[in-house]
Nanobody, 124 residues
């Protein structure tokens, strides 16, 4: 079955950087919009960033604009999230997700497949 496997999480000090990766298997990667969501401790899952399948347009939630960058490598079936200037409020489990849609969505229900998540902890 389809698998999305995240990696790259960890513990970092405020102001630091991390790069998350999500490797997809058993799906036609180029046909899927990809996104990152996160779930902070005790809170609901929230949208972070998305990249479309065709032209690679990118979308971000306001709180990460200018700090995070989503990208994809269709040849390697991988989506990335470069996170710079990290803040303690970025602490969360980060999930990648795939949706068979033309554009993008910031709504989790539109996504067909999910990874298991990777923990990101930012200390102050």
């Amino acid at each position: 079955q389809v698998q999305l496997v995240e990696s790259g999480g960890g513990l970092v000090q405020a102001g630091g950087s991390l790069r998350l990766s999500c490797a997809a298997s058993r799906l036609t990667f180029s046909r899927y919009a990809m996104a990152w969501f996160r779930q902070p401790p005790g809170k609901e899952r929230e949208f972070v960033a998305a990249i479309t399948r065709k032209d690679g347009s990118r979308y971000y939630t306001d709180s990460v604009k200018g700090r995070f960058t989503i990208s994809r490598d269709n040849a390697k079936n991988t989506v990335f999230l470069q996170m710079n200037s990290l803040k303690p409020e970025d602490t969360a489990v980060y999930y990648c997700a795939a949706a068979s849609i033309t554009g993008y969505s910031d709504t989790a229900a539109w996504y067909d497949y999910w990874g298991q998540g990777t923990q990101v902890t930012v200390s102050s």
